[in-house]
T-cell receptor, first 109, second 115 residues
Framework: EDQVTQSPEALRLQEGESSSLNCSYTVSGLRGLFWYRQDPGKGPEFLFTLYSAGEEKEKERLKATLTKKESFLHITAPKPEDSATYLCAVHQAGTALIFGKGTTLSVSS | DTGVSQNPRHKITKRGQNVTFRCDPISEHNRLYWYRQTLGQGPEFLTYFQNEAQLEKSRLLSDRFSAERPKGSFSTLEIQRTEQGDSAMYLC?????????????FGSGTQLSVL
C-alpha cells in the first residue's frame, strides 16, 4: 500500500496558468512533509518542509500547504523554468524519507 | 560550497559484473543515505548510516548489495553479480539532523546501465 500518493502524474500548463499539485499520505506520526524539485539527470533539490496542519511556506511562485491528510504545492503564474518533476516525501519516526512518484510539470511559453 | 559528490556519474556494465559507487557527503553531515530511482518513480530508500554505523537497511535490498562508510566520511555502494533489474539511478544524500528536520541534500546520482 502506497503511503505517499501524488497527483496528477503529469501536468501541462501554459505560461502564467496557475495550478496545484497534490500529495496525499497515510503515515502516522508524521514528523515532516517535504517537497523537492528534480530536473532531468539530477538529484532532488529541497524546496520546503511542513510540520503541522495549517502550515504554509512560500518561495517565489511556489506555495506549499499542509492538512492532516494531504499537502498542496500551488504554482502561481508559472514560467518555463518551473518545468521539472516535483516530489513529495514524508518523514515518520524511525524511518528515512518515503517519497511519492512525483508530478512532472511542463510549462510552455 | 561543495555539495554531495557522487562518482562515477554513469556506469555501463555487463550482467554478472560487480560495480562500486562512491559518495562524498557534505563535510559536516553525519548521516548518509542511499536511494535508488527508476524512470517514472520516486527515490526508493536502500540504507543509511549515522557516522560509520549502518543503522537501517531496506527489507527490499538484495544480499548482492553492500554499503560501507569507513571512518564516517565517504561511502561506497557495491552491487555484486549485477542483473538487468539493477539498472537505475543510485542517489546519495546527506543530512545533519536535528530533532525536527530530516532535510536531505542529494547528489546528482550515478546512472547504472546493466546490459
Amino acid at each position: 500500500e502506497d503511503q505517499v500518493t501524488q497527483s496528477p502524474e503529469a501536468l501541462r500548463l501554459q505560461e502564467g496558468e496557475s495550478s496545484s499539485l497534490n500529495c496525499s499520505y497515510t503515515v502516522s506520526g508524521l514528523r515532516g512533509l517535504f517537497w523537492y524539485r528534480q530536473d532531468p539527470g539530477k538529484g532532488p533539490e529541497f524546496l520546503f518542509t511542513l510540520y503541522s496542519a495549517g502550515e504554509e511556506k512560500e518561495k517565489e511562485r511556489l506555495k506549499a500547504t499542509l492538512t492532516k491528510k494531504e499537502s498542496f504545492l500551488h504554482i502561481t503564474a508559472p514560467k518555463p523554468e518551473d518545468s521539472a518533476t516535483y516530489l513529495c516525501a514524508v518523514h515518520q519516526a524511525g524511518t528515512a524519507l518515503i517519497f511519492g512518484k512525483g508530478t512532472t510539470l511542463s510549462v510552455s511559453s | 560550497d561543495t555539495g554531495v559528490s557522487q562518482n562515477p556519474r554513469h556506469k555501463i556494465t555487463k550482467r554478472g559484473q560487480n560495480v562500486t559507487f562512491r559518495c562524498d557527503p557534505i563535510s559536516e553531515h553525519n548521516r548518509l543515505y542511499w536511494y535508488r530511482q527508476t524512470l517514472g518513480q520516486g527515490p526508493e530508500f536502500l540504507t543509511y548510516f549515522q557516522n560509520e554505523a549502518q543503522l537501517e537497511k531496506s527489507r527490499l535490498l538484495s544480499d548482492r548489495f553492500s554499503a560501507e562508510r569507513p571512518k564516517g566520511s565517504f561511502s561506497t555502494l557495491e552491487i555484486q553479480r549485477t542483473e538487468q533489474g539493477d539498472s537505475a539511478m543510485y542517489l546519495c544524500a546527506s543530512s545533519f539532523p536535528s530533532t525536527t528536520n530530516e532535510k536531505l541534500f542529494f547528489g546528482s546520482g550515478t546512472q547504472l546501465s546493466v546490459l
